[in-house]
């Protein structure tokens, strides 16, 4: 048997790289249709061999996260394997050129052969072969075509690997010219087609396309927070989970631990583990996270999502954002903690880190929009177009002043416009599926460690002490009643909470009103919060905190001194 050796399989976005690596590893990993997702490494066994699926690079440049990432894996390769789109060779060879030059030993997939044999395309691959110097092999993964001759190639190279010397790394514009060279000896095209279809010129133009765009991000808020949020979490959460499991679950406890106790308390309590964290996590979030994912995939897999980036753009860019930070806003207005998930999609840690900040800060979730337009309507909607201008230039000014202050450069949106076909149901809901649990499993002990802490402080009345420490804030700054800090308390656990605890005080006019844009900016929501600690660190979460309190506390008693 070869000893074991380091697989690496690196290639351009949507060549079907991840599908080569799920064939190799009998283990799922993202398939994505959208450049920029597939941050994560994809780790497995191929026999007795490490293989890692890198994210797909357009090259080796180090010009963003996904670059500098693929390149550090790349560089301890003992084998790569490079997966190429036989209808888009031009593109995908500069990066195979690129890999030659690190003179290590390789082979060339040639996937989706049959889409090229259907546009009647079809690239000669000996001559590829001998352009290159190293074995090309064709295939169609999707169907399993060629698979198991790259299984008998790669053993082969792992048995016997080639010595290869680097190549002469003839920079950018010349390898780009050789690239260009092969490509048009291999399919017999002299220049590649950059002319959008009509599809395309109809998704990224202003007009049609924002009426496009305004029409799907209205049907994504529609499901995730109208059917999901309101309808699909009302049975997990509040059928399912307080009146199915809790319940059994809490009379058992009560029998075998002492009514009244510590230990009781935090298991059982009104914020405790079963009733909040298993609550919560698995009857709020795995429903939210698994169609977020899925409408994620259905987007993603179309080829919708670049063209909707592309269109919107320069909007986000005097906030050091592109145009990948819709999807995430437009979430937001659902539900933030999910939003704040969908950053991953952002193609640098900067970039993440603002978005982040701007939706803990100023983005209401659907639940509490509904509650706040509930309470502001019958004031009259000169109240409430008020409401959304005061978020709207927090978050533009917020934006525009993180850009400035955070060191670093916006990232460029560089996107490969894919293909627009049809979702494949089986890769949309293995990927769905999978997210969502990888996710559940990573934030339900975060639940958990949560419900702790608050269980323990309400054990022990700390709660009712931060009321009476608040409570000089809010009579003294914000012209409220001292009682108003128990809704803000509740609007940590949940910001629908917080808001409906605003009901019972009877606040009417100016007083409703600064209330309602305070506790709008107040904190995110313990599961927000949680979310931000496992995505972005401590730290970041911390300074999400910090900075809402002040900015929720600053503007709520600036309006109360106008109003």
């Known amino acids: 048997m070869a000893p074991a050796k380091r697989i690496v399989l690196a290639g351009n976005p949507n060549v079907g790289k991840s599908v080569v690596f799920h064939f190799l590893t009998r283990k799922y990993?993202?398939?994505?249709?959208?450049?920029g997702t597939t941050v994560e490494v994809s780790r497995g066994r191929w026999q007795c061999h490490e293989v890692a699926d890198t994210p797909g690079v357009y090259g080796l440049n180090c010009a963003n996260d996904e670059e500098r990432l693929a390149r550090e894996i790349i560089d301890k390769a003992?084998?790569?394997?490079n997966v190429v789109d036989a209808t888009r060779l031009r593109r995908d060879l500069f990066l195979t050129l690129q890999l030659?030059?690190?003179?290590?030993?390789?082979l060339v997939v040639v996937n989706m052969m049959d889409e090229a044999r259907r546009s009647g395309r079809v690239p000669d691959l000996a001559r590829l072969e001998a352009e290159l110097g190293v074995p090309v092999l064709p295939a169609a993964a999707v169907r399993g075509e060629g698979m198991s001759e790259l299984a008998r190639e790669l053993a082969r190279l792992c048995r016997n690997p080639p010595r290869r010397s680097g190549g002469a790394s003839p920079g950018s514009p010349g390898r780009r010219q050789r690239?260009?060279?092969?490509?048009?000896a291999?399919?017999?095209?002299?220049?590649?087609?950059?002319?959008?279809?009509?599809?395309?010129?109809?998704?990224t133009r202003p007009v049609t396309g924002l009426m496009t765009a305004a029409a799907v991000l209205a049907a994504i808020w529609w499901v995730l927070g109208g059917l999901v949020a309101g309808k699909l979490v009302g049975f997990t959460e509040g059928i399912v989970m307080n009146r199915w499991v809790i319940p059994p679950l809490t009379r058992a406890l009560n029998v075998l631990l002492p009514r009244g106790g510590l230990l009781a308390h935090v298991l059982a309590g009104e914020l405790g583990v079963l009733t909040m964290a298993l609550a919560y996590g698995l009857g709020l979030l795995l429903p939210l996270v698994f169609s977020f994912y899925l409408l994620l995939a259905v987007l993603e897999d179309s080829g919708y999502l670049p063209r909707l980036?592309?269109?919107?753009?320069?909007?986000?860019?005097?906030?050091?954002?592109?145009?990948?930070?819709?999807?995430?806003?437009?979430?937001g207005f659902g539900c933030v903690t999910m939003a704040v998930i969908s950053t991953r999609i952002m193609s640098s840690r900067r970039e993440r880190i603002i978005l982040a900040f701007l939706l803990g800060l100023a983005v209401p979730c659907s639940a509490q929009t509904g509650l706040i337009a509930m309470m502001l309507v019958p004031m009259g909607l000169g109240?409430?177009?008020?409401?959304?201008?005061?978020?709207?230039?927090?978050?533009?000014?917020?934006?525009?002043?993180?850009h400035r202050i955070m060191p670093g450069e916006p990232e460029g949106l560089f996107l490969e416009l894919p293909r627009l076909r049809l979702p494949r149901p089986g890769n949309v809901l293995r990927k769905s599926w999978a997210k969502a649990r990888a996710f559940v499993q990573d934030a339900l002990p975060l639940f958990v460690l949560g419900a702790v802490l608050v269980s323990v402080l309400d054990y022990f009345h700390v709660l009712e002490q931060l009321e009476q420490v608040m409570a000089p804030i809010t009579a003294g700054w914000l012209k409220l009643p001292p009682q108003v800090v128990c809704a803000f308390i509740m609007g940590i656990i949940r910001r629908d909470f917080g808001a409906a605890g605003l009901l019972a005080l009877g606040l009417a006019g100016s007083q409703l009103f600064v209330a309602l844009v305070t506790i709008t900016l107040f904190v995110p929501c313990i599961a927000t919060l949680l979310v931000l600690v496992k995505e972005h660190g401590a730290a970041i979460a911390a300074a999400v905190w910090l900075v809402s309190i002040i900015t929720a506390v600053a503007v709520g008693g600036i309006l109360a001194a106008i109003l």
């Not at 980036?309 to 979430?331: H, Q």
């Open 29 to 35: 990993a993202e398939v994505s249709n959208y450049p």
């Open 78 to 81: 003992e084998i790569i394997v």
């Open 100 to 106: 030659l030059d690190l003179g290590k030993p390789m």
């Open 179 to 184: 690239a260009n060279a092969i490509s048009a």
């Open 186 to 203: 291999v399919t017999g095209l002299s220049d590649g087609n950059t002319e959008l279809s009509a599809a395309d010129r109809w998704l």
């Open 309 to 331: 980036a592309v269109l919107l753009d320069n909007t986000f860019r005097p906030m050091g954002l592109n145009g990948k930070a819709v999807i995430p806003l437009i979430l």
């Open 383 to 402: 109240w409430l177009a008020l409401y959304g201008g005061i978020l709207l230039g927090i978050f533009l000014a917020a934006g525009v002043l993180l």
